[in-house]
């Protein structure tokens, strides 16, 4: 299960358009920690900015005692003034006591607009944070394919992370992913699962979003064409179109783990994703953007 990371937000704050259950509490944030690592998953994904995340998570990973083994990558948050060191390296500090970790795999940007620092001091910030051993990889939070281009063309990013699903080909069709791996950095898809709209069905739809029923309805009779959930769908696609990649998906209860770990273990036909680069050739942005639902 490599290629699979928990992303955490959701154990740190209400997330989610498909959120039935809220923020869960300390003991099933720790249960969901525990099926995924039972999964070989041993990636997580946080944030300064998601709450109480990252205190939530080191909790559940100093309860297992593999604190010394996950690997976490956490994002600065992004009111931070990222061109002052000592406000970056206090914050770096006070991430590491939360997650109970010696050292991050990975510490991000966690806004695109952020990369307009970087030759004016950010740069050397967050190498200084590398060559104290507290970091392994910087990173950065994209929207944007040419925002992507920039961070894989930037000497001392290693890791862009972005949203990539069935419906949002962007990154794909501006080769992307191609880039990376010429570049030889790794892609860390967010979004897989829209925040869980792609897997609504089109009643569950508020009326205010009711222009992305139609898609639903699509997606839904393509799953039902090749026997497929939803689920397995999108991460299906995933897998075969971006093999390369990191995909992080979050959980609300430790039964989402176990879904998405079988889902993915399922192989997609070939047929399916070419109907679904036909069918998903361009998607209103309306639908793509959660900001702009």
Same mark, same amino acid.
């Given at each position: 299960?490599?290629?699979?990371? *928990?992303?955490?937000? =959701?154990?740190?704050?209400?997330? #989610? ?5 809220? %923020?869960? /509490? =300390? ?17 997580? /994904?946080?944030? =300064? ?21 996950? %690997? ?19 914050? *770096? ?28 001091? &950010?740069?050397?910030?967050?190498? +200084? ?7 392994? =990889?910087?990173?950065? +939070? ?7 281009? %920039?961070?894989? /063309? ?6 862009? %992370?972005?949203?990539?699903?069935? &419906? ?27 925040? #869980?709209?792609? *897997? ?20 839904? +009779? ?21 093999? /390369? ?26 047929? &399916? ?21």
């Amino acid at each position: 299960m490599n290629s699979l990371v *928990l992303g955490t937000a =959701q154990l740190g704050l209400h997330y #989610g358009i498909a959120n039935k259950t809220g %923020q869960p /509490d =300390q003991a099933t944030a720790d249960a969901i920690v525990q099926t995924a690592w039972e999964n070989g998953i041993c990636e997580f /994904d946080t944030a =300064q900015g998601y709450g109480t995340s990252e205190e939530v998570l080191g909790k559940a990973l100093h309860e297992m005692g593999i604190a010394s083994k996950a %690997q976490v990558i956490s994002k600065f948050h992004p009111d931070l003034n990222h061109i002052d060191a000592s406000a970056m390296s206090n914050a *770096l500090d006070e991430s590491m006591k939360r997650l109970g970790v010696s050292c991050l795999s990975g510490m991000m940007l966690h806004r695109e607009e952020l990369l307009s620092l970087w030759d004016k001091g &950010l740069a050397e910030i967050l190498r +200084s944070f590398v060559l104290s051993g507290r970091v392994k =990889q910087i990173g950065v +939070s994209v929207y944007s394919p040419d925002k992507a281009r %920039q961070a894989l /063309d930037t000497d001392g990013i290693d890791i862009v %992370q972005l949203p990539a699903n069935v &419906l949002d080909r962007r990154f794909e069709n501006a080769g992307i992913f191609r880039l990376a791996d010429e570049r030889k950095k790794k892609i860390y898809i967010r979004s897989v699962f829209l925040q #869980g709209l792609l *897997l609504m069905k089109a009643e569950e739809i508020s009326d205010s979003m009711a222009y992305a029923r139609p898609i639903l309805e699509k997606l839904e +009779s393509i799953s039902s064409e090749f026997g497929l959930t939803r689920r397995e769908l999108a991460l299906g696609y995933v897998k075969t179109e971006m093999p /390369d990649s990191k995909v992080i998906f979050g959980a609300d209860v430790p039964a989402h783990v176990s879904e998405n770990v079988s889902s993915w273990k399922k192989s997609i036909p070939v047929s &399916l994703v070419s109907k679904v680069k036909e069918i998903f050739d361009s998607v209103d942005e309306k639908i793509l953007n959660p900001v702009l639902w």
